[in-house]
């Protein structure tokens, strides 16, 4: 949804701990932990109209936010 934060600890607040902790243990987490982010922040960019880019590009970008975070919930149940 337009404007929506999809920040990890807005979509797993029940994971908050687990992904500080992973963060600062996990080093795979951490990359894509910070690849997530760069994801995110360049779709919420779009949304605002900051930058534009054609909509093959943004449907990518979804897809690769989904993906990223998809691994990453996946570690964060292990780790729980």
Known sequence: MFGESHDLATEFPEYKEQIHQLKMEDRHFSRLFDEYHEVDSQLHRIEQAIEVHADDFVEG??????NIKDELYGMLQQAA
Request: glycine share 0%; aromatic share 0%; net charge positive.
């Open 61 to 66: 970008l979804k897809l690769r936010r989904l």
